[in-house]
């Protein structure tokens, strides 16, 4: 069963998570850190008016700020909770304007003269990713750059092969079809990575931890969180401990 996207649900997982996020975030961060290394070649004036999509609660937009001198920030997330996290993390960096635009992004309208867009592993969340590429390559600025990561097929694949829960996920190929026709990729690049757990209950607290709003709803009986647990160890137990998959890919492009 493909998840619909439930945005205030979604919103409602996240905000939950506000406390444990970071420390639960490991793939997440490792995404971001690849990001910004991939981003490194840009032009400095790239990152003079930037958008964050998605910013959570900051594992980004701190990397990018500590490596880069941002000028403007726009900030958005669905949550407007995690203004005050991300803010406390920058506080940091006086010369940086911030600017907040909470909200759904897919609803509110794009500031104006961007120089860079960034987003960490949100796009995977949006209702409709095609018609939103197609809406930057609408509004950016010739020359301007879209840096994104995003989860795809492969992404808590033991869950989903117990329980037949996932999100749609867009392929590689999909995305690099959907942004040729208003960017050049000038880079690609694909993360696959396991984390390992003790026991079945470890890997739905990491879940809800951080914040995957779809998987994390699943409801459970006592008797369908036993026979997935006794599953699990079975189908997918190794040496190491109980193992949670995640495939990623990250793409920096500069618009036409």
């Not at 649900?9 to 939950?16: D, E, M, Q, S, W």
């Not at 941002?70 to 949550?79: A, E, K, R, S, T």
């Not at 995305?175 to 390992?196: N, T």
């Amino acid at each position: 069963m493909v998840l619909a996207l439930d945005k205030e649900r979604i919103g409602h997982c996240f905000r939950r998570s506000l406390d444990s996020y970071d420390a639960n975030a490991r793939v997440q961060t490792d995404l971001a850190l690849r990001l910004v290394e991939m981003m490194q070649t840009l032009p400095d004036s790239v990152f003079e008016r930037v958008l964050e999509i998605g910013c959570c609660t900051g594992v980004l937009t701190e990397i990018l700020c500590r490596r880069k001198d941002v000028g403007h920030l726009c900030l958005n997330d669905i949550v407007p909770e995690f203004e005050d996290v991300v803010c406390r993390k920058i506080s940091a960096f006086s010369s940086l304007r911030l600017q907040p635009w909470f909200g759904d992004i897919e609803l509110l309208p794009l500031p104006a003269d961007l120089t860079l867009v960034v987003s960490g592993a949100t796009f995977q969340w949006l209702s409709d990713l095609p018609a939103f590429l197609h809406r930057l390559g609408e509004e950016m600025l010739p020359g301007s750059y879209l840096a994104f990561s995003i989860f795809g097929t492969g992404t808590l694949q033991e869950f989903s092969a117990l329980t037949s829960v996932q999100l749609h996920y867009q392929t590689d190929a999909e995305i690099i079809g959907l942004l040729a026709r208003d960017f050049e990729i000038r880079q690609h690049d694909q993360l696959m990575k396991q984390l390992f757990f003790p026991s079945v209950r470890d890997i739905l607290r990491h879940i809800q931890a951080t914040g995957v709003g779809g998987v994390s709803e699943y409801k459970w009986t006592k008797s369908t969180l036993h026979a997935f647990e006794e599953e699990y160890e079975t189908r997918f137990g190794t040496k190491r401990g109980l193992p949670v998959s995640y495939a990623a890919s990250c793409f920096v492009a500069r618009k036409k």
